[in-house]
């Protein structure tokens, strides 16, 4: 199943509009509007009132599809931690306090997207965590389910980071947003902490330049960006003793919701 | 001015020196007030009665944000520079958390010149920090004090994303906020290791939701360790 076309599928004339259209919203986007040509338009318009539902349903639409690409995410997450949690001689006693934590966040953000979304939530996928046998012992060896778990947990951040635009008009939603890709943050340092000792592989919980440590690469694609708001951090003289290591590892990436989509893609059944 | 009251008395004098001078070396403040801080090292009672601290207004808008983050990128800066430059660093952290202690001294360095960089002729000067409460040879100390700043970081840039009105200023926040859970997570397991303090319920609710602060409780908080009287009032709200 081709999650990209499920996700471009979603009947957005479904979408309860009420639920989105948070009290503060109106307020927010005539101010948020300030720096875009959108506040001419709204003002300009002969009769804004016109004007004003047709952007209020574009920009719902637009937080609906964002918030349903966060819980396709987070049920993968959520799943991928019951599976492991729930698999015998898989996470050793002294990890599953970890795994645990994780688990309980995971589950935490999937009943809060789709308490958000109510009925245009979209349904659970059901998962192959084997990818169609690349990755047979997901949950029998605990090297792979680990990698799995950076794997998932690093691209959760960069796709709660490259989503954080589409929320910029709805202060709530890009907090609560923002609120969860800490928590998946702080998940992909652990983990990849954990993996680093488990493996004796030199990982850190933070990426550095665009290393995969036998993660998929595409997951990592971009990783090694220095160019952040138009300012190019290499060639900044008041740098020249920081590595390029430690440059890339100052700041994390974002992937497309279309990059994320091809990532997860082969773990949906 | 307690962070220079304490260089005359006790053994902590040649360290403290030291740590302020990192701080100087590699808090690129503007030139003129390098002067006001070399001054002030010069003759710290006079300082000390006669010259009010200035304040510094971090302004209004997207610069202002920005302003506030340059802040506590100034800060953590400053104070992981200090923890490596302490005297007793490589023998009271193992290998692993010298390397996580370089690289946090590392990112903090880099975020504030990004931010510097960034705001240009708009960027406040270099703040005077105050790690008197700390004890830079006391790894518990250290250890405690890294795990205040990453947590308030993190709270304060998700507090902070929706002050922001430009997407691409509000994604190289989002670029950095993670960093900072990822420092957080990592302080918070070199504490308590293999717990769950990486992402603990102190820190994360029920929801899953971690902190998120508005500037005037993060400024607050980081109150203790800045010198400097910061301005924020003319940061947006909303």
Same mark, same amino acid.
Request: cysteine-free; charged content about 25%.
């Given at each position: 199943m081709n999650l990209l076309k499920l996700m471009q599928s @979603? !009947? @957005?004339?479904?979408? !309860?509009q009420e639920e989105f259209l948070k009290p503060a919203l109106r307020r927010q986007l005539f101010k948020k509007a300030? !720096?875009?040509s959108l506040k001419a338009a709204l003002t300009s318009a002969p009769i804004a009132t016109m004007a004003f539902p047709k952007i209020v349903k574009a920009q719902s639409s637009i937080v609906v599809e964002t918030l349903n690409f966060a819980l396709t995410l987070e049920y993968l997450e959520d799943e991928f931690y019951k599976m492991g949690l729930a698999a015998s001689n898989l996470i050793p006693v002294e990890d599953r306090t970890i795994f645990m934590q994780i688990g309980k966040h995971e589950t935490a953000h999937v009943n809060f997207l789709k308490t958000a979304l109510g009925e245009s939530a979209v349904a659970m996928p059901t998962f192959d965590f084997t990818a169609g046998g690349a990755f047979a012992d997901a949950f029998s060896n605990y090297a792979t389910f680990l990698a799995l778990s950076q794997s998932f947990e690093d691209t959760g951040v960069r796709a709660y980071k490259g989503q954080a635009g589409n929320l910029l008009n709805d202060n709530d939603t890009l907090t609560a947003a923002l609120q969860i890709h800490s928590v998946e943050a702080r998940h992909a340092s652990e983990v990849r902490r954990l993996r680093g000792k488990a493996s004796n592989m030199?990982?850190?919980?933070w990426i550095t330049n665009d290393e995969s440590n036998g993660a998929p690469a595409a997951i990592y694609e971009g990783e090694d960006n220095t160019t952040h708001a138009g300012a190019d951090i290499s060639t900044l003289s008041t740098l020249s003793d920081i590595s390029m290591a430690g440059k890339t590892e100052s700041f994390d990436e974002p992937l497309t919701k279309e990059q994320v989509l091809a990532i997860v893609d082969p773990f949906i059944a | 001015m307690a962070f220079l009251e =304490?260089? =005359? #008395? #006790?053994?902590?004098f040649i360290s403290k020196r030291v740590h302020r001078r990192m701080f100087m070396k590699y808090a690129g403040a503007a030139a003129a007030t390098s002067a006001f801080l070399v001054a002030g090292c010069k003759d710290d009672e006079e300082v000390d009665k006669g010259m009010p601290d200035a304040e510094v207004d971090l302004g209004s808008g997207d610069t202002g944000v920005l302003n506030y983050a340059y802040a506590l990128e100034q800060l953590e800066a400053a104070f992981y520079t200090a923890v490596v430059a302490e005297a007793s660093f490589t023998s009271i952290f193992n290998d692993e958390e010298q390397t996580v202690m370089r690289d946090l001294m590392a990112h903090e360095i880099t975020h504030r010149e990004f931010f510097k960089a960034a705001l240009g002729t708009n960027a406040i000067p270099g703040l005077e920090v105050d790690?008197?409460?700390? =004890?830079?040879?006391d790894k518990a100390s250290v250890l405690g004090a890294a795990k205040t700043f990453e947590d308030l970081g993190v709270a304060a840039y998700n507090g902070a994303g929706k002050l922001l009105t430009d997407g691409n200023l509000l994604l190289a926040a989002g670029k950095i906020v993670s960093v900072e859970a990822r420092h957080a997570a990592a302080i918070r397991d070199l504490i308590d290791p293999k717990s769950a303090s990486f992402s603990g319920d102190d820190v994360v609710d029920a929801n899953g939701f971690d902190k998120a602060m508005v500037p005037a409780d993060v400024l607050s908080a980081a109150a203790t360790y800045v010198k400097t009287k910061i301005n924020a009032s003319n940061l947006p709200t909303s």
């Open positions: @979603l !009947d @957005l004339s479904k979408i !309860d300030g !720096d875009f030199a990982i850190k919980g | =304490n260089q =005359n #008395e #006790e053994p902590g790690f008197s409460s700390i =004890n830079f040879a």
